[in-house]
């Protein structure tokens, strides 16, 4: 038994000998009244500790633990002890909490701390300024109420956090931000947002000037184009360096001119305000033209092959898919060698998304630059890239028009065996019949 349970039964015992010795010599009833007197009085005692003990609990922050008395002092003893360690460790929680909070007002983002329903539990103040929030009023509130940009909205309804949003008119009318959503803690989420209305403004500087350049470029390489060919026509030009530098003049000049027209074209697919004017787009008839133009190109120096294994019309951009499919058709039979093989093919997945490829059997590209392919200007082999005449922004081109029709740009590729690239359409770009008799 331990000494608690000795000491609270030691004055009910003490009681009961004393009034079996009162018995004998004053009868049961001086007993009986000396036992009861003492229970009455360790009662009393007990109901004191209680009402301290209750006093106590009405408001344990502020009020000390009390003192007690008999086996109340322990149990108040040990009380006390777990009391300070809690309000200890409390403290030092909140100093943590504290200096969390003063590390994520210093971030360069916002930081937002949504619960399961999308409600607002903490923001550091640059989500504030971002988000027009307040911190003492809008906590528990849900982002939508606040930030009712309809992208936004959606963007939390899809979960779909793998790329960030870019968003536009927020409530300051000129910033920009992008915006990621990040899961932790089973069902919450940490908005980070970052101001990129620098970043936008440089980019749309680069933009333009790019632009520009290649607009002011094309008119007098068109001139100095239409010289150099007039003067390889002369008759009376006997020197054969001559003629050969004309010549290469005239290359370099078309290709400088095949470059100012890509940047152009990039930089038109680039602008925002250059919406996309969506049509029917006979894709197995392009897939024809296609074939005819890569045939004409090749001069009979490979195999060419087409298979339409669906007849799926999509709405889109004729002009844009024309190219995006022609750059990708150019690039097969300029980087395939004479007799290999290449075929274009048009098909569908069973999950409704409808695929253009162009496979073929040429050099091949080596995993590690994969990835860079589409980066403006990359060349995996410049010296074969001169050779073959490209400009460095074909892909670039492909995959800007890709993304103008919510389909994804895939390549496959082993060295020396050949490579696969592919534009993979989603299943709301497909024109079913009775949309695709509208169109006509």
């Known amino acids: 038994m331990s000494d608690f349970w000795q000491r609270a039964f030691v004055f009910p015992l003490f009681l009961l000998v004393l009034s079996l010795l009162v018995w004998p010599i004053a009868g049961a009833f001086p007993a009986a009244l000396v036992f009861g007197l003492g229970m009455s009085l360790r009662l009393l005692s007990h109901l004191r500790n ?130 990621k959503l990040i899961a932790y803690g089973g069902s919450k989420h940490l908005l980070i947002s970052r101001d990129i209305t620098l970043l936008e403004r440089i980019e749309t500087m680069r933009r333009d000037f790019v632009a520009n350049v290649s607009h002011e470029l094309r008119t007098p390489l068109t001139v100095v184009n239409g010289f150099v060919e007039t003067m390889q026509d002369m008759p009376m030009l006997e020197n054969d360096m001559a003629r050969r530098a004309l010549h290469l003049m005239g290359d370099q000049t078309r290709r400088m001119e095949s470059l100012v ?83 274009l093919r048009w098909h569908e997945h069973s999950d409704g998304h409808t695929v253009f490829s162009v496979k073929d059997s040429g050099i091949g590209i080596a995993p590690q630059h994969i990835s860079r392919l589409t980066e403006r200007f990359y060349r995996v082999d410049r010296s074969r890239s001169r050779e073959t005449g490209g400009t460095g922004l074909g892909l670039a081109i492909v995959k800007h028009i890709a993304i103008r029709h919510q389909a994804q740009l895939e390549i496959a590729s082993e060295e020396g065996k050949g490579s696969t690239f592919s534009i993979v359409f989603p299943a709301k770009r497909r024109l079913q019949e009775a949309d695709a008799s509208s169109w006509s």
């Open 261 to 343: 027209n890509d940047l152009l074209t990039l930089s038109r697919l680039e602008n925002e305000q250059n919406v996309l004017h969506e049509e029917r787009v006979d894709v197995p008839a392009l897939m024809r033209t296609l074939y005819e133009e890569g045939r004409s190109l090749s001069n009979g120096q490979h195999r060419l092959k087409l298979e339409l294994n669906c007849e799926t019309r999509l709405s889109g951009n004729t002009g844009e898919l024309h190219s995006a499919f022609g750059n990708l058709v150019t690039n097969a039979i300029r980087y395939t060698p004479p007799g290999g093989e290449v075929v």
């Open 50 to 179: 209680l009402a301290a003990f209750e006093r106590w609990l009405s408001n344990p922050d502020t009020q000390q633990v009390p003192d007690g008395s008999g086996l109340w002092e322990d149990a108040f003893s040990q009380l006390n002890k777990l009391t300070q360690q809690r309000r200890k460790d409390r403290e030092q929680h909140a100093a943590a909490l504290h200096q969390m909070e003063q590390a994520t007002s210093a971030l360069p983002e916002g930081v937002v701390i949504l619960d399961e329903a999308d409600r607002i539990e903490w923001c550091n103040p640059l989500a504030e300024h971002h988000f027009g929030l307040d911190s003492t009023r809008d906590i528990g509130q849900q982002i939508t109420y606040l930030t009712r940009q309809p992208e936004f909205v959606q963007y939390l309804v899809k979960k779909n956090f793998s790329e960030p949003l870019v968003l536009r008119g927020t409530r300051h009318g000129d910033l920009v931000l992008s915006i």
